[in-house]
């Protein structure tokens, strides 16, 4: 059988059968470019919240803040959350309170939100829209991570009044199980 003889032979059975009907619908929709404002924000607001910790120049502060900002809404991904993530832990080691400040544990819940946020806006488009459904799919690994760092945050925070320096240890002991525990899950 020649090409031409198997081409019209396969729209001939194409037109004998009819295709099965397919019914979608669609759920709640946020727009892309919500995700990217929402990771500018959030990553600038990181910033911001360690600052506010440390005795830094306001201006210095709000530049780095925006610059960073501006970089998760114009090029968003895992490479401006995550620089924006050691930005505000670097920034944080000039902390009042250092070596350790309690209040970095607080920052956790902003700082998963900033990797997750930039993870979705590196994955859509300006005027591409996302199920809220697809959204929610990862939310309840999130909110457990969120919730056993604030358990811990909270009691590094009431043991912060006390001069042991075995809390310490353990408190980052608890951060290292947790992360060595939840980011290989974010690969997926």
């Keep these: ?17 009819p295709l099965p009907s ?7 929709t946020v727009a892309g470019a919500w995700l990217r404002v929402a990771a500018g924000v959030v990553a600038t607001a990181l910033v911001l919240l360690a600052a506010s910790r440390t005795p830094l120049l306001l201006d210095l502060t709000l530049v780095g803040a925006g610059v960073l900002g501006a970089w998760s809404v114009a090029r968003p991904g895992r490479v401006p959350a995550h620089v924006t993530v050691v930005t ?80 310490v240890v353990l408190g980052a002991v608890a951060v290292v199980v947790l992360a060595w525990w939840a980011l290989p899950r974010w690969a997926s």
């Design 1 to 17: 059988m020649t090409l031409r003889a198997e081409v019209q032979d396969w729209r001939h059975r194409r037109h004998d059968r």
């Design 22 to 28: 397919v019914r979608v619908e669609h759920g709640p």
């Design 88 to 167: 505000s832990a670097l920034v944080l080691l000039g902390a009042r309170s250092a070596p350790f400040d309690p209040a970095v544990l607080w920052l956790v819940p902003v700082a998963l939100l900033t990797v997750r946020l930039g993870w979705w806006a590196e994955h859509v488009g300006w005027s591409a829209r996302v199920e809220l459904a697809a959204l929610r799919r990862t939310a309840g690994r999130d909110l457990s991570i969120v919730a056993v760092s604030l358990v811990a945050a909270a009691g590094a925070w009431a043991a912060s009044g006390w001069a042991v320096g075995g809390l």
